[in-house]
């Protein structure tokens, strides 16, 4: 088997632990429930249709995060991403159609770290390349 087709699959379903929304542009992140999602990303966020309509990261990256600067995991509000999965390798999604919950999410592009997050944990040497969240079109 390839390290191509290793990477593409993954061995459990992933889970959503954590959602959020940016209402505004610079407001902190609400934690919400349950979100409703359309071809602009969730209901309520201040989103980028087709080009960032819904951002994720993965649980364990929030961990590796906090390792590398010392500390506990990071708090999924700090990173301003909307989804946090668990379980399943993001990186081997690209170009895919995923379930999650009842809506369909395609996965287009890595989404480089933003500014925000760079005010609240500062550069860490890099840290933030190795653990960079997704770009998705609902």
């Not at 929304?21 to 610079?26: A, H, K």
């Not at 989103?47 to 590796?64: C, D, N, Y």
């Amino acid at each position: 088997m390839s390290l191509k087709n290793l990477i593409a699959g993954w061995a459990q379903p992933g889970r959503v632990e954590w959602i959020g929304v940016r209402p505004e542009r610079r407001v902190g992140m609400e934690i919400v429930e349950e979100a409703i999602t359309s071809t602009d990303g969730l209901d309520g966020d201040r989103s980028r249709a087709g080009k960032r309509a819904v951002t994720l990261i993965q649980q364990e990256h929030l961990v590796t995060i906090g390792s590398f600067l010392g500390q506990r995991p990071i708090a999924p509000e700090i990173l301003r991403r909307n989804l946090v999965v668990s379980g399943i390798n993001l990186a081997g999604l690209k170009g895919r159609e995923v379930q999650v919950g009842e809506a369909v999410l395609r996965f287009i592009v890595i989404c480089a770290p933003c500014s925000r997050m760079e005010e609240a944990l500062g550069r860490a040497g890099g840290v933030f390349r190795s653990a960079r969240p997704w770009r998705l079109v609902c």
